[in-house]
C-alpha cells in the first residue's frame, strides 16, 4: 500500500489537505500559539534526543554522522514510530518541524524510517499465521 507523508515547516500555513499534522520536535517552535498551528499531535519522542539535536546543531557532528546516530535511535526504540504509523494507515500524514531546511532535518530520515516500519509490518500481515489445516469432506483432519 502507498503511504502519503509530507514534510513541512510549522511556519507554513496549514491547508485543509494535510491530513494529520504532527510537530515531531522536541522543542516548541518559537513564536507560536498552539492554536495557531492546528496540530493533530505534538509528539517529541520520534525526535532525536536532546544530545544527537545539539551536537548537530552546534557543529560538532556532520550530516552523515547526525543521520546514523538518528537512525540508530529510531531502531533502538522502534515503538517510538507506532503513532505515526497509525495515522499514516489513516490518510495523509503531514510531518512538521520548526528547522529552516526540511532536507538537513531529521524529518526525511523520520519519513523513511515510518515507510520502512509500514511496509515491513504489511509484508509480514501478507503471510499466513500458521500452516494451513487440511481437513476431508467429513471436516476431519485426514487419517494416516
Known amino acids: 500500500m502507498a503511504y502519503d507523508i509530507q514534510l513541512k515547516r510549522v511556519y507554513q500555513p496549514a491547508e485543509p489537505d494535510d491530513g494529520a499534522r504532527v510537530l515531531v520536535d522536541r522543542l516548541w517552535p518559537r513564536g507560536k500559539r498552539r492554536e495557531s498551528l492546528a496540530l493533530t499531535e505534538w509528539y517529541r519522542d520520534a525526535s532525536p534526543t536532546p544530545a544527537v539535536r545539539r551536537q548537530y546543531h552546534q557543529g560538532d557532528i556532520n550530516q552523515t ?3 546514523a546516530r538518528y537512525r540508530g535511535e529510531l531502531r533502538d526504540a522502534p515503538q517510538a514510530l507506532i503513532p505515526l504509523m497509525r495515522h499514516a494507515r489513516k490518510g495523509r500524514l503531514t510531518l512538521l518541524s520548526a528547522s529552516r531546511d526540511l532536507t538537513a532535518s531529521h524529518l526525511p ?3 523513511d524510517a515510518v515507510l520502512q516500519a509500514l511496509n515491513e509490518e504489511d509484508a509480514s500481515d501478507s503471510e499466513p499465521a500458521s500452516s494451513p489445516c487440511y481437513l476431508d ?4 483432519p485426514p487419517t494416516t
Do not use: E, I, P, T
Open 65 to 67: 554522522v547526525f543521520a
Open 109 to 111: 530520515l523520520l519519513r
Open 137 to 140: 469432506a467429513s471436516g476431519l
